[in-house]
């Protein structure tokens, strides 16, 4: 039984990432999307609190998102994986259930 | 008409006036309450002052929906989880809170307190025992 859990927020305007965190389980999958993935990025304050929890929790960007940003995916902290839009309906669907932090 | 019931869980984690998102949370459980779901709340991060007691609104114009929430019981949603750490980073105990109740029908309709404070890691668990979380 694992949750994927969607962020849509910048991790620098609300807490939201960080309590998903903070919340997910061994085995769950956090995606980011949105402004959330600003949260996906190398070299931010936040950087070594995702790299941390990229063992236990699978931690993904959409592609689109990261692309209308401008952040390349060799920007990307090690461990965070692109998925397109494919790849989002399939993280739903391998997961029990689909958990937004708003 | 299926029998099957699902654990719903609404998680709470907004202020209840600068956004609309908690009256809604609360509309909502109040609507899915009619179809006799398991129905859970979740209040953490800044969803904990929802539940601060002696809200009184006069002065902005809009509706104090606090007590709303002891009527809670009354629709059979009796399971009202607040995290801990969220209290404690907000300068907040469970004193704080409003006085939340059901009257268990299982046990000779005893009055019984809705609110359970459970630490980070049990909340976790709580939202992984769910069918189904829908997010204010």
Known sequence: MSTLHTVNK????????????????????VLMI???????????????VVAG???????????????ARGIDPSRLIEGVTAVDYVGFVGLAAEHDRTQAWL | MSETVKKFLYVNRKAPY??????????????????????????????VFQLV??????????KNFS????ALGDYEVTKLF????SLDERGLTADDLQEITYEDED??????????????????????????????
């Open chain 2, 18 to 47: 600068g956004t609309i998102y908690a009256l809604e949370a609360l509309e909502v459980v109040l609507i899915g309450a009619a179809f006799d779901q398991d129905v859970s709340m979740a209040f953490l991060d800044d969803g």
């Open chain 2, 53 to 62: 007691k002696g809200q009184s609104t006069d002065g902005i114009g809009v």
């Open chain 1, 34 to 48: 949105e402004d959330g993935v600003y949260g996906g990025a190398k070299g931010t304050g936040l950087a070594d």
């Open chain 2, 107 to 136: 046990d000779d309709w005893e009055e019984k307190p809705s609110i359970r404070i459970v630490s980070r890691s049990e909340m976790s668990d709580v939202m992984a025992d769910q069918d189904v979380v829908l997010s204010f």
């Open chain 1, 53 to 67: 929890k990229a063992g236990s929790v699978s931690i993904f960007v959409l592609e689109g998102d990261i692309a």
């Open chain 1, 10 to 29: 910048s991790p620098f305007s609300t807490q939201s990432l960080l309590s998903c965190l903070n919340h997910a389980k061994d085995g769950d999958a």
């Open chain 2, 82 to 85: 607040v995290e801990q750490e």
């Open chain 2, 67 to 70: 007590p709303t929430f002891r």
